[in-house]
């Protein structure tokens, strides 16, 4: 999923203080997964700006509304259309719904009430760990299923690096335990009796399909749906 | 021989080869490279000039290079691949080579959030790098020396030569993969490696019997690693903090030991008996990894203590150095 946090109140709030009617909107896939930004949390944000606002005597409404996804048009467009007055929305989405939704809307500002940092996984109740760095070329039938761009600080593909200290990268700290992507994939592949195959080299990575490339998009002819031309339209 | 460096030629020619190192200043001035080039010089076979080590600003490995190179001192350029994507890596190694800088140490490099280490604000939040790691950076050398060509395939209207090395943590944790990694270096192109500083001889002389096993050591020339211990402060602090680096519990013990409250002359004076005990204690290392079968020289380090160098060198035996 896409895992996301909570921006601080103060600084969501100095978004919106200036406005009048502000739509609080959140999402039902991954931020309410990993509880940054799904119903409840569109509850407790609005809850918390409504105070905040009699605080600093600001007279502001806020409206609450948690959509399926707010990535997709089928989901995003039926709210739009309900709210003419609305001048602005406090997102807490991850960033795709932030930039959709500004993009469907134009003339509404939309804020990002949440940090957006990484795709991960569920470690356990509570914690997320990235695991997937979009790269564009996945790597991971080379490495056990470890991602080395994700998982390591330095992206090797050929790892460990002399940092390695007992199983763990050389950037944590008490409070950001990291572990070795490449101690891990050194063990992995050890249990599936592949280690010979990390003694072959893995030459330069081609960045291009990565965020190195440029804004990425992908095209699936088949699934487009031709728009007829006047001249089709007209016969 | 693929370069004439000088280093290439003390290995070839079979010397127990010596390479030191000199740390480059954080100031625009070349005052500073050009005091420590006068401590060193004649004291080893070429000297190794990090690269923003633990990713602190520094003035830049190439340019201090360029002055040894100039003062008449054989420098060991050494490149981090956290800094630069490979386009900057293959422009500063024919800049370099333009300069007749041949040997080049290819390594990774710290991870920028070293650089907020102790008083330091250093730069955490800067992008990284790592475009290559340092096993393809061996290999993006070799390609432009033997083939003549870029990384990406475009030719190069004169080759560089180069000396390519890289470094080694032979105890590093997953202990049992260490010795594979050197081997893909090797393979990459590493014709010299640097290992991680040294201070249990016989754990060492235990992965030098694996390297020897598959061949290694004839492939490529291990200079191991000696970092002059100053006080047993500093070996107590790489032991618990610096990955692969283990230190025998006795060779701390041979560190005076000075009360907190004590007074500024027995401060001192367990101050300076320190620094005899930490160069006594490099002879030793030096002359034990020497008698290791495999072991082609030694990289001594005395960090921000240059002039340490010489003594260790003349008692270890290894002066003059050979002329080739």
Not at chain 1, 102 to 130: D, K, Q, S
Not at chain 1, 142 to 161: E, F, H, V, W, Y
Not at chain 1, 208 to 231: A, C, F, H, N, W
Request: proline share 5%.
């Amino acid at each position: 999923m896409i895992v996301a946090e909570s921006k601080p109140l103060a600084e969501v709030f100095g978004f919106i203080e200036n406005y009048k009617r502000v739509l609080v909107l959140g999402c039902g896939e991954c931020v309410t997964v990993c509880q940054s930004g799904g119903e409840k949390e569109v509850a407790v944000l609005a809850q918390a700006l409504r105070l905040k606002a009699k605080t600093d005597g600001k007279e502001i409404e806020f409206l609450e509304n948690t959509i399926r996804r707010q990535c997709e048009p089928e989901f995003v467009d039926p709210v739009l259309q309900d709210i003419s007055d609305v001048d602005a929305i406090v997102s807490i989405a991850c960033g795709v719904g932030v930039n959709f939704l500004a993009g469907r809307l134009g003339n509404v500002p939309v804020f990002p009430g949440v940090n957006t940092t990484f795709m991960g996984a569920t470690v356990e109740h509570g914690i997320w760990a990235e695991r997937c760095a979009g790269c564009g070329d996945c790597v991971l039938h080379l490495t056990g299923g470890i991602c080395p761009i994700a998982r390591c600080s330095k992206t090797i593909l050929n790892g460990p690096c002399g940092g390695t200290n007992e199983g763990m990268c050389e950037i944590s700290t008490e409070d950001n335990p990291v572990e070795c992507g490449w101690a891990l994939v050194v063990e992995r592949m050890k249990a599936l009796g592949t280690m010979d195959k990390l003694s072959e080299i893995v030459p330069p990575k081609d960045w291009s399909t990565s965020r190195d490339g440029g804004p990425r998009r992908m095209v699936r002819e088949d699934l487009i749906i031709k728009k007829e031309s006047p001249e089709e339209a007209k016969a | 021989m693929k370069s004439g460096s000088n280093l290439e030629k003390v290995l070839d020619a079979g010397h127990f080869a010596l390479t030191a190192e000199l740390g480059p200043p954080n100031s625009a001035s070349d005052e500073e490279v050009k005091h420590k080039m006068e401590l060193l010089r004649g004291s080893a076979d070429a000297f190794n000039i990090t690269d923003c080590q633990t990713a602190v600003v520094r003035q830049s490995s190439i340019s201090a290079a360029i002055m040894l190179k100039q003062g008449g001192m054989e420098p060991v350029m050494q490149m981090t691949t956290r800094d630069r994507n490979r386009i900057a890596i293959q422009a500063d190694i024919l800049g370099a080579a333009a300069f007749g800088i041949k040997n080049c140490l290819c390594i990774a490099g710290d991870h920028q959030s070293f650089s907020a280490a102790g008083r330091l604000n250093g730069h955490p939040g800067a992008k990284n790098v790592y475009d290559v790691d340092s096993i393809q950076l061996c290999a993006i050398l070799k390609k432009m020396r033997d083939e003549g060509l870029q990384e990406g395939g475009d030719p190069i209207e004169e080759p560089p030569k180069l000396f390519i090395g890289a470094a080694w943590t032979p105890m590093g944790d997953p202990v049992d993969f260490r010795v594979a990694r050197l081997a893909k270096k090797v393979a990459a192109g590493a014709q010299f490696i640097q290992t991680q500083g040294i201070y249990d001889v016989n754990q060492f002389a235990e992965v030098m019997k694996k390297v020897r096993n598959l061949g290694l050591h004839e492939k490529t020339a291990i200079l191991a690693g000696v970092i002059v211990p100053k006080n047993a402060g500093m070996l107590r602090y790489m032991n618990a903090s610096v990955a692969g680096v283990s230190v025998p519990a006795e060779m701390i013990k041979r560190f005076p030991r000075v009360k907190k409250d004590a007074p500024k002359e027995e401060k001192k004076a367990a101050r300076l008996e320190s620094q005899e005990i930490g160069k006594k204690i490099s002879v030793e290392l030096i002359e034990q990894v020497r008698d290791i079968e495999g072991v082609s020289g030694v990289h001594l380090q005395a960090i921000e203590w240059e002039k340490a160098v010489p003594g260790i060198v003349e008692a270890a035996g290894l002066l003059p150095r050979p002329q080739v």
